[in-house]
Nanobody, 115 residues
Framework: QVQLVESGGGLVQPGGSLRLSCVAS????????MGWYRQAPGKQRELVAY???????NYADSVKGRFTVSRDNAKNTVNLQMNSLKPEDTAVYYC?????????WGQGTQVTVSS
């Protein structure tokens, strides 16, 4: 059994910063990929940032230069540093891990950017 637990969401003003963290536990070791997706109300879930065990990282164009994804393989964690947040970043953010041919998801954490 694999569990992903996110933390760090909340309410922040435009231009502010938040840091999301995700810990993978259970029968999982060094997933080939870990990262973050988000889903805003009425919209489809979309990729935000993803990092592979090779070191390659991918970012959505809308967050490039503002968000940074980082990973600690020894601890099975992935973090998302979000700076210069905008109201359009408001969404539920989900942690994802790819391992053994399966995708695993966290329960999601709400990020709200509003004044």
């Amino acid at each position: 059994q694999v569990q992903l637990v996110e933390s760090g969401g909340g309410l922040v003003q435009p231009g502010g910063s938040l840091r999301l963290s995700c810990v993978a536990s259970g029968s999982i070791y060094r997933p080939y990929g870990m990262g973050w997706y988000r889903q805003a109300p009425g919209k489809q879930r979309e990729l935000v940032a993803y990092t592979f065990s090779s070191g390659t990282t991918n970012y959505a164009d809308s967050v490039k230069g503002r968000f940074t994804v980082s990973r600690d393989n020894a601890k099975n964690t992935v973090n998302l540093q979000m700076n210069s947040l905008k109201p359009e970043d408001t969404a539920v953010y989900y942690c994802n891990a790819g391992y053994g041919g399966f995708d695993y998801w966290g329960q999601g954490t709400q990020v709200t950017v509003s004044s």
